[in-house]
């Protein structure tokens, strides 16, 4: 992602898509446990999750450890029981007319649902290492353990417990593709040549009025070494009763450290153009860092390797978007 940046880009696609359906699998109507009696979400599992992201490779699109990382998803999401699972393939054209070939992954808990929240991370990683000192070092594709790797890892291990302690609502689980393929030239209107995955998935996502989640959540560089999570500015304007409640359920979950109550950085993410979808959506994601008063500093450098992950932020992340979900009631 960008700091803030506008901008235009047309999309070419082409769209085709699968459907895994492990409905049967599953009692969609089973009750979780309350957020009181707390499920432990397992830092060291989503740790694990990001090393096999990272061990394919820099995930470009359109290379071969990117099809095998999105090959890995779709199996995780089937070896823990997630009820359906589609896939969504399409060509977008990036700022530089690249043509990428893209595939968005959605999991779905209990899909027969009305009343659903979704959880969304973006799997690509950036092609070239442009915040790197040494100008040498800047065509590098990065490792994106952090940027790209964190959140997927979060993700799914909230797959694992989220179908073995079922939410009384549905919960979708979007991972996204091409986010980091934009422009970063500087300053301008270049703010749609990012995140075109979910610009295209935003135009297909196949909601209807009656099953439009109620807010969505986006997870990026969750588990960076000292990580903290500002309110993020865009998502405390458009969605601020959902950063609310994600901030507030942090602090009563025992993570309002990493959860500090103040607005950081304005940012260019896959949130933006969800809510624009007509999901109100917000960003949980590093944005002030105390280095940089940004982005981490391993963003969009050869150091965002599995040495800057660090399994606090993930498990305070983990824990508080469990503890948001399960919270969750179904509407009369």
């Not at 957020?35 to 995930?59: C, H, L, M, T």
Request: proline share 5%; aromatic share 8%.
């Amino acid at each position: 992602m960008h700091p803030l940046i506008q901008s235009a880009i047309a999309l070419a696609v082409t769209f085709a898509s699968c459907n895994i359906d492990n409905s049967k699998r599953n009692d969609s109507g089973a009750q979780a446990s309350a957020p009181g009696n707390e499920i432990k979400f397992n830092a060291d599992s989503a740790y694990s999750y990001i090393k096999a992201q990272v061990s394919f490779g820099p995930r470009v699109p359109g290379t071969n450890s990117h099809r095998r990382c999105a090959e890995y998803i779709v199996g995780e999401l089937v070896r823990h029981g997630v009820d359906t699972i589609k896939t969504q393939n399409a060509i977008v054209t990036a700022f530089n007319s690249d043509q990428l070939p893209i595939t968005n992954i959605m999991g779905s808990i209990n899909p027969d649902a009305k009343d659903r929240v979704l959880i969304a991370a973006h799997y690509d990683t950036r092609p070239w290492a442009d915040n790197e000192v040494d100008e040498k070092d800047r065509n590098t594709p990065i490792d994106g353990a952090n940027d790209g790797a964190s959140g997927v890892g979060v993700m799914l291990e909230l797959a694992r417990l989220l179908t073995d302690n079922r939410p009384q609502i549905g919960v979708d689980l979007l991972f996204v593709d091409a986010e980091d393929y934009g422009d970063y030239s500087g300053w301008g209107n270049n703010e749609e040549t990012w995140c075109l995955g979910t610009q295209y998935w935003a135009e297909h996502n196949g909601y209807t009025p009656a099953n439009k989640p109620r807010y969505g959540i986006v997870l990026d560089m969750v588990g960076g070494t000292n990580a903290r999570f500002h309110r993020e500015f865009y998502s405390n304007k458009a969605a601020k009763n959902v950063v609310d409640k994600v901030w507030s359920t942090a602090a009563n979950s025992g993570y309002g450290n990493f959860f500090p109550n103040e607005v950081g950085g304005a940012l260019i993410d896959d949130h933006l153009f969800i809510d624009r979808a007509g999901i109100p959506c917000i960003d949980i994601v590093e944005c002030n860092n105390t280095i940089t008063r940004s982005f981490p500093p391993t963003w969009h450098t050869l150091r965002d390797n599995m040495a800057s992950i660090d399994t606090a932020p993930l498990k305070a992340v983990g824990q508080t978007v469990l503890n948001v979900v399960l919270s969750e009631k179904k509407s009369e």
